[in-house]
Nanobody, 116 residues
Framework: QVLLEESGGGLVQAGGSLRLSCVAS????????MGWYRQTPGKQRELVAQ???????HYADSVKGRFAVSRDNAKTAVYLEMNSLKPEDTAVYFC??????????WGQGTQVTVSS
């Protein structure tokens, strides 16, 4: 079992920045991939960015050049630095992990609202 605790969401004006943090606890030795997804009402949850234990990173096209994902393996934490935020970035952001056994765990979600 892996537990994820997110922090850092909030309200920001367009063009501003926010930093999301997620700390994992529990059976952290099983974690391979850590990342962030987001979801808006009526839409499917979509991948924003993810980073493997080996450091391979993938971004959604919509956030490339604006968002940066990083990972602290010592703290089993993952971060999402969001810059040049746009109103369309407004969503609930979920921390996600995938274990080596391909089990997916989710955080509770944190609201990010970008005003125009």
């Amino acid at each position: 079992q892996v537990l994820l605790e997110e922090s850092g969401g909030g309200l920001v004006q367009a063009g501003g920045s926010l930093r999301l943090s997620c700390v994992a606890s529990g059976d952290i030795r099983t974690i391979n991939v850590m990342g962030w997804y987001r979801q808006t009402p009526g839409k499917q949850r979509e991948l924003v960015a993810q980073i493997t234990s080996g450091g391979s990173i993938h971004y959604a096209d919509s956030v490339k050049g604006r968002f940066a994902v990083s990972r602290d393996n010592a703290k089993t934490a993952v971060y999402l630095e969001m810059n040049s935020l746009k109103p369309e970035d407004t969503a609930v952001y979920f921390c996600s992990t995938v274990t080596w056994a391909m089990t997916n765990y989710w955080g509770q979600g944190t609201q990010v609202t970008v005003s125009s």
